[in-house]
């Protein structure tokens, strides 16, 4: 075993396993922004160690679980089994790098551990298999060999399919997390309350934003079957399915079109239709789907993007590469920060009281390790979140998206469009004569400008094996048009979704 050589694939694991945190290296010393809120690069550097949230980030534990997308492998802590060269080695040596010396504010930290991070869990209730004969084909190879081997009355962990489920999770947690507990909740403080909104994500059925509740949704509406990976779009439909069937939440969701249309008009009616006075603004979670290139992120985006992870408005990003989901909450320079689901943890409990959560259950919930990669780096597919509170919010948010610097993620107007199409919109707004109409306009113009820059492609796995969409040529003559996550093509302008 001795002379054995791994190569490079063992290597790459060994990096994958030992992941080194990243280390606040940037030569420019830029801010670190988490969810609107802005750090500077110099301030109260830690030199607390992060806490430990599984075994997998201690690499003297006896045994390992590493979950990636297509299998789960597990090592025995057995000397004589294992050789790990000089290369992984330095490896290791590097993730065991102190707080002190990867240099991140305590501030930044504390606020990014307290951020609600959820992962892949194992051991819940059982998922009911579907019963359709096509079912089967619509898993992954690594999941149908995981499920024939597990619980045949059902799925017991969403390891390898659950990822987007658990980002789009950890979309709607933040976001009642910031009107129960306040952007500036840290751990440790309103422990009550903070139970009290993670009984919610429990999984069980019995819990209303339940794994179990995102599959049950997705089978009867959005065409996904259980164990089948969720794309962006059916995320978003139950997020805003589960939050309108949860009054308790307070808030309501807003879905953009097959697009990133945002329509002022139809996000102010939802705010406010539960007040015929018009006076009471409900809280709106504003989930714009899009796709904004082709393999990765098209540039004319970035700075548009990462300016949509510091307004104070910001509720994350939840996408990352195809069927592998992460949920981005900040930015330094071209670096992105984000939580990530590949880890495989025990079920999140459901329990009659909220009270009967211990420290345990709540830790699983929460990480201080940071993760990080290039804005170059990410999937074109996403889901961009906002949270807006008022009408005073929403001026805020809508003008500081109109002054984005290169081209905005997130298109607004004022009304939906007419049956006579862009043209009797634009008309019509500029006879109206309202105040921010011609800005609104020239948005519009921008976007039909910049259609010939991004091909549209549906935002599922199998959709993108199966074939791509023709770029739109002619930006005058055609609007642009996404994929569902059925694949079937619907010609833009769309009517928002709303809840």
């Not at 024939?148 to 976001?175: E, H, K, P």
Request: glycine fraction near 6%.
């Amino acid at each position: 075993m001795s002379n054995i050589d791994f190569g490079t694939g063992y290597r790459r694991f060994v990096r994958y396993f030992w992941d080194p945190e990243p280390k606040n290296d940037d030569p420019n010393r830029s801010p670190i922004w988490c969810l609107g809120q802005r750090y500077s690069a110099d301030a109260n550097i830690d030199t607390v160690p992060p806490r430990a949230s599984t075994s997998a980030t201690n690499p003297t534990s006896p045994r390992f679980d590493l979950t990636t997308d297509n299998e789960t492998v597990i090592i025995h802590n057995d000397p004589s089994s294992q050789r790990i060269s000089d290369t992984d080695s330095k490896l290791v040596a590097e993730s065991s790098t102190s707080e002190e010396e990867r240099g991140w504010p305590s501030d930044f930290l504390d606020d990014f551990e307290s951020r609600f991070w959820f992962t892949y869990r194992s051991h819940f209730p059982p998922i009911a298999r579907s019963t359709e004969p096509q079912s089967n084909s619509s898993l992954t190879l690594a999941v149908r060999i995981r499920s024939q081997l597990g619980d045949q009355a059902g799925f017991t962990s969403d390891t390898g399919w659950g990822c987007m489920i658990r980002s789009g999770q950890c979309v709607i947690a933040n976001a009642l997390a910031r009107l129960k507990l306040g952007r500036d909740w840290r751990r440790g403080t309103k422990q009550s309350e903070e139970r009290q909104l993670l009984s919610w994500f429990a999984d069980d059925s019995a819990a209303p934003y339940s794994i179990h509740r995102f599959v049950a949704h997705g089978a009867s509406a959005c065409g996904k079957h259980p164990g089948e990976w969720f794309g962006p779009s059916a995320t978003a439909r139950c997020i805003q399915a589960l939050s309108h069937a949860h009054q308790e939440s307070g808030i309501k969701v807003y879905l953009t079109g097959n697009g990133p249309d945002v329509y002022e008009e139809s996000l102010l009616k939802l705010a406010k239709e539960d007040d015929p006075t018009g006076h009471t603004f409900t809280p709106i979670l504003l989930l714009a789907g899009t796709r904004l290139g082709i393999d990765r992120v098209n540039p004319v985006y970035w700075d548009s993007l990462k300016q949509c992870l510091r307004l104070p408005q910001s509720i994350g990003i939840a996408g990352g590469r195809p069927s592998a989901s992460h949920y981005f909450i900040g930015t330094q320079s071209s670096q992105i920060f984000y939580l990530d689901p590949h880890q495989t943890q025990p079920a999140l409990p459901f329990y009659a009281s909220s009270d009967q959560y211990v420290s345990k259950d709540i830790s699983t919930c929460h990480t201080r390790r940071l993760r990080r990669l290039d804005i170059n780096q990410m999937d074109p597919s996403m889901l961009i979140a906002f949270l807006i509170t008022s009408e005073a919010d929403w001026r805020s948010w809508k003008q500081a998206m109109q002054e984005v610097q290169g081209k905005c993620a997130v298109h607004i107007s004022l009304r939906e469009p007419s049956v006579g199409g862009l043209e009797d919109m634009v008309l019509s707004e500029a006879e109206d004569g309202e105040e921010g109409d011609g800005e609104l306009i020239e948005k519009d113009k921008e976007r039909q400008e910049a259609v010939d820059e991004v091909e549209v492609l549906p935002d599922d796995e199998d959709e993108q094996q199966a074939g791509r969409t023709t770029p739109t040529a002619h930006a005058a003559e055609h609007r642009p048009e996404l994929g569902d996550d059925d694949g079937e093509i619907i010609n833009l302008p769309t009517t928002p979704s709303v809840a």
